[in-house]
């Protein structure tokens, strides 16, 4: 019952009907970048982390099922923006993941991020660029004991461009992704997932005001088991 809880708490606010963004890839209905769904606000974010905190917390003092079983993570992913401007961003992830519970699990990996941009008023020394960066995720299962299971995830993390990002923005931004997907167990308890949903980069006009990047795409995960 408590995977249900937790998935009901995370997605719930996805009923809100928007109207549909002009993104060259859709977005999820109910994970438009303009809703509080997806990592695009600082409130959001918080509210993440704190629900991450406490998931966390009442596996580990109140339900007890840990799993805690630990993996090497990778994905690979590519996402897009608007027509007008960035266009394609590809990511490559590695780190380790901690499996707390059956419907709980959180992430710490090492990211690299290239991207390309197709705006017509810009030079073509700014049409490419490549960066690196830290991330955290956080995943919800749904059916977290089956060989198969529906998930959501959310990412946080820091990123640094050697090029600003984009290319009228800043070298340094959060990272953040909010998706959806799907996970497959394998026999020897290692873990394939597919993912969609939303991307963001954003400094949160902390230093300097900053046009951020909200993007539409997919990651194909893995995770192997450590002996």
């Known amino acids: ?11 719930l606010v ?3 009907i928007n109207a549909q963004s002009k993104n060259d890839w859709p977005h999820i209905p109910g994970f438009d970048p303009t ?23 009442l596996e580990e003092l109140i339900f007890k099922n840990h799993e805690n079983l630990n993996f090497y993570s990778a994905r690979v992913g590519m996402n897009n923006e608007y027509a007008f401007g960035l266009r394609n961003v590809w990511h490559q992830n590695i780190g380790v993941e901690h499996r707390v519970a059956s419907w709980f699990s959180i992430s710490a990996e090492f990211n690299i991020q290239e991207w390309q941009d197709q705006s017509p008023l810009i030079e073509k020394n700014q049409r490419f660029g490549f960066g690196v960066g830290l991330m955290t995720y956080y995943r919800w299962y749904l059916f977290g004991k089956k060989r198969l299971s529906p998930f959501i995830e959310y990412g946080t993390g820091l990123f640094t461009g050697f090029e600003k990002f984009p290319y009228n923005g800043t070298n340094f931004t959060f990272n953040n992704s909010t998706q959806l997907g799907l996970e497959y167990s394998l026999k020897n308890k290692s873990k394939l997932r597919l993912s969609y949903g939303n991307f963001n980069q954003t400094n949160y006009n902390i230093l300097e005001s900053n046009p951020a990047y909200n993007g539409n795409g997919f990651s194909i995960g893995y995770s192997l088991k450590m002996k």
Request: aromatic share 10%; hydrophobic share 50%.
């Open 1 to 11: 019952m408590k995977n249900y809880i937790f998935f009901i708490l995370l997605v």
């Open 35 to 57: 809703l509080h769904t997806t990592l695009t606000n600082r409130s959001t974010l918080i509210g993440v982390l704190g629900i991450a905190a406490l998931s966390y917390s």
């Open 14 to 16: 996805s009923l809100k």
